[in-house]
């Protein structure tokens, strides 16, 4: 499967913001944490993504002939004492593409930009018991610590982060 998959930085949304909507929807209804709860309008998609590009955050998705199963964006940081450091968000993956390694090559992707970008550091967080933890886990990211109570999810609960970071 993973040579059958093509990762691509986007420069522009606008010609792939239906599929790009498509997905962020999909993920959200399956209960990601990324920053929205379901039900998210197709509208509401559609503004977010508009929204994302600007020059300090690469958007990588990953292709399947010609669907787009996943997404990350890698931001640069723009701060005097942090131009050394990255941010992962959003890793997504569409439902119909889970456990076919897209995650993996899309963060793997994400960590040559940075390096590319002259980063020695990225840091992320996602929620305590996703499977995304096993994924940052393998990929050699390093707890640094949680956050209670962080985020809530569709049943209204208050869900824990855990913070990771990688030296590369």
Same mark, same amino acid.
């Given at each position: 499967?993973?040579?059958?998959? *093509? ?17 962020? =929807?999909?993920?959200? *209804?399956? &209960?990601?944490?990324?920053? +929205? ?12 993504? *508009? ?18 199963? &996943? ?25 119909? +593409? ?9 963060? *793997? ?30 990929? &050699? ?20 982060? =855990? ?6």
């Amino acid at each position: 499967m993973r040579s059958k998959v *093509e990762i691509k930085e986007l420069t522009k949304v606008k010609e792939y913001l239906n599929e790009l909507s498509e997905l962020l =929807i999909n993920v959200v *209804e399956e &209960g990601a944490s990324i920053g +929205f709860l379901p039900p998210i309008s197709n509208q509401e998609a559609k503004k977010y993504w *508009e929204t994302v590009l600007c020059p300090e955050v690469v958007l990588l998705v990953a292709k399947v002939g010609n669907q787009i199963a &996943g997404s990350v964006q890698v931001h640069l940081s723009t701060k005097q004492n942090g131009g050394h450091r990255a941010e992962i968000a959003k890793l997504m993956t569409h439902p119909d +593409f889970r456990r076919m390694g897209i995650g993996r090559l899309l963060m *793997e992707e994400a960590e040559a930009v940075a390096k590319q970008e002259s980063r020695s550091l990225i840091v992320l967080d996602t929620r305590e018991g996703d499977a995304s933890n096993y994924l940052y886990g393998s990929l &050699g990211y390093i707890q640094g610590g949680s956050i209670p109570k962080y985020a809530r999810s569709a049943s209204g609960e208050l869900d824990a982060t =855990i913070i990771y970071y990688k030296n590369i």
